[in-house]
């Protein structure tokens, strides 16, 4: 099956008529090695909604800034100078080319696991505790779980007014342990400036932590932020000079409490999937297979594919399973005797009715794939992750490709798509996985 393909299936199935499968397997891993700096970070993924494909490009920048700052040796060619170290806190800072603010860095070490610290870092409810300037924070927009557009007010300090910041910030896990949550200003049609604060610019900011041990944590924190108003720039400079030191109130309230428990991934759709595909009318000689859940390498994960919509991020189960699903809608809404889906329900699906900023044409949630010469022939999935599905009513067929191993990359499910298709005289797939001819 090719690098990474772990099986596929084919089934067929008629309006009314039960479905009919057969699989294949090959078993073929591979994992790369994940360090810890920006080329760890997952690439980019595009949201479901055109209108968030900004926000995850600020963040995206944000989160492999932060990582890359974090991690720079001071006193070197990074530009960063060490400050002071106080209360086992390590002071930073650095001159940013066109930017007459430094950034500054904080960094300790937290005797808890780096989950723990987390917990802390992104309540907001808690954050007066250790952030002596902070006041109160409101959510915007949940752009998907932990990914978020927020407004945060802070304190004034005599003589001056109040600040508000807009900011969308996320988080992303590597596959070493590592934790970075980044944030970054934005604008937001709900979050306009308010009588009476100063809206300021976070130009970057987050954490980074790292594990040591499953009970401590390297973390380091930056900040840049322009306050705005009419401060001189040497005094914002000067204040900002103790503010790496919030670390230090940090540490003393994380260490106060005790251990998060460990995050269990999996999804609620991985679940679901692996229950369609077990057993029930449909099912080849009666044989329930049950789902596996494949191995994941987590330097492809954060917490937007996990909770997406991104079929083959998400999903769990075998490529029979997967084909019988689809057979419902190559059959016109039935499996076997059972009516699951009304007509109307499966038109929509396969009609094309709206298509995305990549020009991709979409059905009820299914992607439309068409042949170059203008025939509509497939609709299904082929996302990042590594599968493939692809449903042919009118031919009453169905290819379904699962992987032993998620990648970012499509190449392996693509090439047994393309023979399977050939084979059966329906055309070529291409790398974007439109049938070509």
């Known amino acids: 099956a090719g690098a990474g393909a772990g099986a596929f299936a084919t089934a067929t199935a008629g309006a009314g008529a039960g479905a009919s499968a057969a699989t294949t397997a090959s078993a073929v891993s591979t994992t790369p090695s994940a360090s810890a700096g920006p ?14 494909i900004e926000y995850f490009r600020v963040i995206d920048q944000a989160q492999r800034d932060v990582l890359r700052e974090a991690l720079a040796a001071p006193d070197g060619d ?79 300090v005599w003589p001056t007014s109040p600040r508000d910041f807009c900011t969308i910030r996320g988080v992303t896990r590597l596959a070493d342990g590592t934790i970075i949550a980044a944030g970054k200003s934005v604008t937001h049609p709900r979050c306009p400036e308010l009588k009476g ?6 130009n970057l900011a987050g954490f980074v932590l790292q594990p040591l041990s499953p009970t401590s944590t390297q973390v380091i924190y930056l900040s840049n932020a322009d306050v705005k108003g009419s401060l001189p720039t040497a005094i914002v400079n000067k204040v900002s000079m103790e503010q790496p030191m919030c670390v230090a109130g940090l540490r003393r309230l994380v260490e106060s409490l005790p251990e998060v428990p460990p995050r269990a991934p999996g999804t609620a759709a991985g679940a679901a999937a692996g229950v369609a595909g077990a057993g029930g009318a449909g099912s080849v000689g009666g044989v329930s297979e049950a789902p596996t859940a494949p191995k994941i390498d987590l330097s492809l994960i954060n917490a937007f594919a996990l909770d997406s919509s991104l079929p083959f991020f998400s999903l769990r189960c075998t490529a029979r399973a997967l084909a019988r699903v689809f057979a419902v809608l190559a059959g016109g ?72 191993q998620l990648s970012a990359h499509r190449g392996a499910a693509l090439r047994v798509g393309d023979y399977i298709c050939r084979s059966f005289g329906l055309g070529t797939l291409t790398q974007d996985g439109v049938a070509a001819t």
């Open 78 to 156: 990074s530009g960063w100078v060490s400050v002071v170290e106080k209360n086992g806190v390590t002071v930073c800072k650095k001159s940013v080319p066109g930017n007459p603010l430094n950034m500054m860095r904080g960094s300790c070490i937290i005797n808890r696991s780096p989950e723990s610290v987390l917990a802390i870092v992104v309540n907001k409810e808690r954050k007066a505790e250790w952030d002596t300037l902070f006041q109160s924070a409101r959510l915007v927009e949940e752009i998907c779980p932990e990914y978020e557009i927020a407004r945060d007010e802070y304190k004034a």
């Open 197 to 202: 604060f100063v809206r300021g610019c976070v």
């Open 333 to 404: 809404g039935t499996l076997g005797d059972k009516a699951l889906l009304s007509s109307g329900a499966v038109e929509r699906m396969r009609a094309c009715s709206v298509k995305d900023h990549l020009g991709i044409a979409w059905g009820l949630g299914l992607r439309r794939i068409n042949r170059q010469d203008g025939v509509t022939t497939f609709f299904g999935a082929c996302s990042v992750g590594g599968g493939l599905v692809l449903c042919d009513p009118s031919h009453e067929l169905v290819v379904a490709i699962t992987t032993n």
């Open 39 to 52: 080329s760890a970070i997952p690439p980019p993924i595009t949201p479901a909604n055109p209108q968030h």
